[in-house]
């Protein structure tokens, strides 16, 4: 029964969950809950996080989410990289690629590149264990040479397709 001069209360929404809505196949539902050293590069989990160790502090193998993608049919980023610009800079290219992995992945570690592959056309095509190392890969290479590049993102995975060309 409202008063007079009284506001009721609000309605609480019963739709306000947000659910993640993108599927990536190599997502951990959670934190790990134990200790764990990788068995293909050596990073070790410690409280949930994914690090650099010198020595490994945990009996306890698994894969990380890095390796289990370089592994896998399933890569978060793609770059490809074309145009006549290429064909003459191509080790430029490739060294600056490289350099920018090394220090995406020193703070990131499981950010790294898979591949670089060259097409019979000479397109090179970059694959990334994340999405984000293949935009930042794509915006240095913009940066530093100039060319149009395309963002494409997949709507409802963790996948970027970057395009670059000159």
Request: hydrophobic share 25%.
């Given at each position: 029964?409202?008063?007079?001069?009284?506001?009721?209360?609000?309605?609480?929404?019963?739709?306000?969950?947000?659910?993640?809505?993108?599927?990536?196949?190599?997502?951990?539902?959670?934190?790990?809950?134990?200790?764990?050293?990788?068995?293909?590069?050596?990073?070790?989990?410690?409280?949930?996080?994914?690090?650099?160790?010198?020595?490994?502090?945990?009996?306890?193998?698994?894969?990380?989410?890095?390796?289990?993608?370089?592994?896998?049919?399933?890569?978060?980023?793609?770059?490809?990289?074309?145009?006549?610009?290429?064909?003459?800079?191509?080790?430029?290219?490739?060294?600056?690629?490289?350099?920018?992995?090394?220090?995406?992945?020193?703070?990131?570690?499981?950010?790294?590149?898979?591949?670089?592959?060259?097409?019979?056309?000479?397109?090179?095509?970059?694959?990334?264990?994340?999405?984000?190392?293949?935009?930042?890969?794509?915006?240095?290479?913009?940066?530093?040479?100039?060319?149009?590049?395309?963002l494409r993102y997949a709507e409802g995975e963790n996948l970027v397709r970057a395009v670059w060309e000159r």
């Open positions: 029964m409202d008063q007079p001069g009284r506001t009721p209360p609000p309605r609480r929404r019963r739709d306000r969950l947000v659910e993640d809505s993108r599927h990536d196949p190599y997502r951990a539902p959670g934190k790990p809950s134990e200790d764990a050293v990788c068995r293909g590069c050596g990073l070790g989990v410690r409280s949930g996080r994914w690090q650099r160790c010198s020595t490994p502090w945990a009996p306890r193998e698994t894969l990380c989410p890095a390796c289990q993608r370089t592994q896998g049919p399933y890569p978060a980023g793609f770059l490809c990289l074309r145009g006549d610009f290429l064909r003459g800079h191509r080790e430029e290219i490739t060294s600056l690629i490289r350099h920018v992995e090394a220090r995406e992945e020193a703070e990131h570690p499981l950010q790294r590149v898979i591949g670089i592959d060259e097409g019979d056309d000479g397109v090179l095509l970059v694959t990334t264990t994340g999405s984000h190392l293949a935009r930042t890969l794509a915006q240095a290479v913009q940066r530093a040479y100039g060319g149009s590049l395309e």
